[in-house]
């Protein structure tokens, strides 16, 4: 199973969860939801070089993706899904505009 760790109040996230609704192969686990969590994802956040780059940028690293070998990736695309389009549109979770 993939877990996909993301909240629905981020347009990115909320575009890869509408793709995987229903489907059993992926786990969504909303970080806002609770602070099991929100604990869960800051743990893999802080620890993983996957977030190295979104860390320097002050982004949060989400939607991220665990998919079932344990890679740990920030890319749709490598969970078997789609990016959220450039040009869609919604508002941006980044202060500057740039993405989540």
């Given at each position: 199973m993939i877990k996909i760790?993301?909240?629905g109040s981020?347009?990115?996230c909320a575009?890869?969860?509408a793709q995987v609704e229903g489907n059993g192969r992926y786990e969504v686990i909303d970080v806002c939801a609770n602070v099991r969590n929100l604990k869960a994802f800051l743990r893999?956040?802080?620890?993983?070089?996957?977030?190295?780059?979104?860390?320097?940028k002050g982004?949060?690293?989400?939607?991220?993706?665990v998919l079932d070998d344990g890679t740990v990736t920030l890319r749709p695309g490598e969970a078997g899904l789609q990016?959220?389009?450039k040009e869609a549109e919604g508002a941006?979770?980044?202060?500057?505009?740039?993405?989540?």
């Open positions: 760790y993301g909240t981020c347009p990115d575009y890869v969860e893999l956040r802080d620890s993983h070089p996957a977030f190295d780059a979104v860390k320097r982004a949060v690293g989400i939607p991220c993706f990016p959220r389009p941006s979770c980044s202060i500057d505009g740039s993405g989540c």
